[in-house]
């Protein structure tokens, strides 16, 4: 038998024991896990560090280290989330609808757990919190394979949190990590029959490869082009402070905005607040010929250097010393890019319908947000707009199921099966139905 099959088989097993589970025990058990993180913390950290040290030597962006490191404050927000889920409804056992049928049977649909979920994920170690603690709560035992790049992070978070589960009762193995070569990872995918769902969780790449090569059923989350459109009637200085937070907040997420859109009435005056403030925050604009022209009119700033002059090409660059900052010329890709670092694409439309049209066009199906004061504006970009998520005067990075009240969320689907937007327990079950009689039979 395979390392990946008896892992999975393990799992099943556990499975069991795990869906007859009371919510008392479940709850004590996220509780226990949570108290685990925090009391290895140094050990989490120290581990993480060997990850980090390993991808800034091999030369990976600082906006995927960033995905990557770990420090207390965020081993303290990982256990949070678990004492939030254990705060939650239980999903296992509620009633979705119903009825007496009109023969006396008694018919009642069930929320219950899939029973064994893989996830494959890339460079966040505090997914491996997240999933394993939604997947307890729900009633699933969870396959954990996470990047190869996270590899000492996520075997010593795996670590804690079997050990504080079996403390408290369950088998450990409702938790395993899965080895990260490429060979366990594709008989994860083909271990249908033992893994109930798959879920990828990462860039396009990770996603296409799952959903393409499993024949396990697959839960497909998206990549993030989240837009930001600011609409002839939006409050131009709200809708800067909403722009600067959904893009410099934290860029390396999937919900952080990748693309600005600006309605021709109000883009001579909200460009020329904007691109300056984002040139600060070191963001570097990819804009239509309208952005461009606005950006090459702002004043040049005294700390411009040539290698700053040299990196924007005739635009204005590192305005107030932004180290890398400047306004220049946008492919094509660059619109339907999820740069997940400190770039933005940015275009001028004529109209809140040419915003849907662009949108429609490049969006990855994510987050989309319009800044207005019109309720009419409002009302039509959410009807038109198709998106996992569609904002009304807010950031796009509240697309999250710790800030919609789910608690950690399992990731953000973009697909229209079974769910879509963030996933938080409902989504981590399926549904039986109940059927109770009196000896009636079918005539």
Known sequence: MSEIIELARRAREASYALADASRATKDAALHAMAAALRENTDAIVAAN???????????????????????????DGMAAGLEQLAGLTDPVGEVVRGYTLPNGLELRQVRVPFGVVGII???????????????????NAVLLRGSSSAAASNTAIIAVLRDAAAACGLPAD???????????????????????????????????????????????????????????????????EILLNSKTQRPSVCNAAESLLVHSAVADEFLARALPALLEAGVT???????????????????TDEAGDAAAGDAASDVAGARGAGVVAATEEDFGAE?????????????LEDAVQHIRRY??????AIITRSQSAARRFTQAVDSAAVVV??????????????????GISTQKLHARGPM????????????????????
């Open 285 to 303: 604009v990819h804009g239509d010929s309208t952005v461009v022209a606005a950006g090459n009119s702002l004043p040049a700033s005294s700390a």
């Open 363 to 368: 969006s990855s199906g994510h987050t989309e």
């Open 424 to 443: 938080g327990l409902p989504e981590m079950t399926s549904t039986k139905y109940i059927v109770t009689g009196e000896g009636q039979l079918r005539t």
């Open 121 to 139: 994920y890339e460079a966040r170690p505090n997914v491996t919190a997240d999933a394993a603690g939604i997947c307890l709560k729900s009633g």
């Open 339 to 351: 740069y997940n670092s400190l770039d933005l694409s940015a275009a001028v439309v004529d109209s």
């Open 49 to 75: 560090d060997v990850d980090v040290a390993a991808a800034r030597e091999a030369g990976t962006p600082e906006s995927t280290v960033d995905r990557l490191a770990l420090n207390p404050a965020r081993v």
């Open 393 to 410: 005067n807010a950031s796009t990075r509240f697309t999250d199921g710790g800030e919609f009240g789910f608690g950690a969320e399992i």
């Open 174 to 240: 409702v938790i395993q990590g899965v080895p990260t070569d490429r060979a366990a990872v594709k008989e994860l995918m083909q271990a249908r029959g033992l893994v109930d769902v798959l879920i990828p969780r990462g860039g396009a790449g990770l996603i296409q490869t799952v959903v393409g090569e499993s024949s396990v059923p697959v839960i497909e989350t998206g990549v993030g082009n989240c837009h930001v459109y600011i609409d002839a009637d939006a409050d131009l200085e709200v809708g800067l």
